[in-house]
C-alpha cells in the first residue's frame, strides 16, 4: 500500500474499463485522482465509490479532443489539489475499417480522440508540472501501435502515432531536465465495454470471444486491472529510471 502516496493524478477516460481500475487502484496505493470523462455519472460514480473506501477523488467533466476542457480540467486540479504528479492519457475509441473502408470522417474522428487527445493532455500535464520538476505521464497505446491489423486502419495509425509521440515528449522532457518521465502502455485485448462491443458487432457473440481469446498465448484475455498495475509501476518512483520506454502487456500477442 502507499506506492503513490502524497500524489495527484488525472485519469482520462475513468468512468468504465482500463480508466476505471486505474483510478481506483491509484486511489487505493495513495493518490488523490481526478476521475475525467463525458460520462458524467458514471465518472461521478467512480468518484463516489472511491470515496466510499476511504480514498479521495474529484469528478471534471473532460472531452479529450477540446484544447479549453484541458485547461479547465488542469485548473480545477491545482485548484482543489495544488500539484498534478500523474496523467494517465488513457481515453480512446476503437473503430473497424480496412483503408479502402474507413471514410475520411471516420479517420479524422478516431485521430482526433486517441491521438489529439494523448498530445493535448501530454502539453498540458507537462507544463503543469514542470514548476515542480516532477511528473509521470503515462500513455495508452496498443498492441496495435506495434503490429498492423488489415481492418484496424484508423487504429493503427492513432495507436502508432501515440507509441513514437510519446517517445519524441519523454526525450523533450528528459533534455530540458524536467525530472517528467513519459511512457506508453500497449494493452492486448481486455475485457472492457470497449472490446465488448467489438464482439457484440457479430451475430455469435461467445464465438468472437473465444476469437479474441486464442490470438493470445497464455490462453485467455486480459482484465482492466492487468493493465492498471502496469500503470501504478510507471505512476510510482519504481520506474524512476524508465522514459520514452514501451510496457507491452499482451498476453505473448506480439511475441508471435
Excluded at 509521470?136 to 495509425?157: C, H, K, M
Amino acid at each position: 500500500m502507499g506506492r503513490v502516496s502524497g500524489k495527484v493524478a488525472l485519469v482520462t477516460g475513468a468512468a468504465l474499463g482500463i480508466g476505471k481500475a486505474t483510478a481506483q487502484l491509484l486511489a487505493r496505493e495513495g493518490a488523490k485522482v481526478v476521475i475525467t470523462d463525458m460520462k458524467v455519472s458514471d465518472g461521478q460514480a467512480v468518484v463516489a465509490e472511491i470515496k466510499a473506501t476511504g480514498g479521495e477523488a474529484m469528478f471534471a467533466e473532460l472531452n479529450v479532443t477540446h484544447e479549453d476542457d484541458w485547461k479547465k480540467a488542469i485548473a480545477a486540479t491545482l485548484q482543489a489539489y495544488g500539484q498534478l504528479d500523474i496523467v494517465v492519457n488513457n481515453a480512446g475509441i476503437a473503430w473497424t475499417g480496412t483503408v479502402e473502408s474507413t471514410g475520411l470522417d471516420d479517420w479524422r474522428r478516431v485521430q482526433s480522440i486517441n491521438l489529439d487527445g494523448v498530445f493535448l493532455g501530454t502539453k498540458y500535464a507537462v507544463e503543469a508540472m514542470k514548476p515542480h520538476r516532477r511528473g509521470s505521464i503515462i500513455n495508452l497505446s496498443s498492441i496495435e501501435g506495434l503490429v498492423g491489423d488489415p481492418t484496424l486502419a484508423a487504429y493503427n495509425a492513432s495507436k502508432g502515432g501515440v507509441r513514437l509521440f510519446t517517445k519524441s515528449a519523454a526525450l523533450h522532457c528528459a533534455k530540458s531536465g524536467y525530472n517528467i518521465r513519459v511512457n506508453s502502455v500497449h494493452p492486448g485485448y481486455i475485457w472492457t465495454p470497449m472490446v465488448q462491443g467489438l464482439t457484440g458487432e457479430t451475430p455469435d457473440q461467445e464465438a468472437a470471444r473465444q476469437k479474441l481469446v486464442d490470438l493470445h498465448p497464455i490462453g485467455h484475455l486480459g482484465e482492466p486491472d492487468d493493465i492498471a498495475y502496469g500503470i501504478l509501476f510507471l505512476a510510482s518512483d519504481e520506474s524512476k529510471f524508465m522514459t520514452g520506454s514501451e510496457l507491452v502487456i499482451d498476453g505473448g500477442y506480439t511475441a508471435q
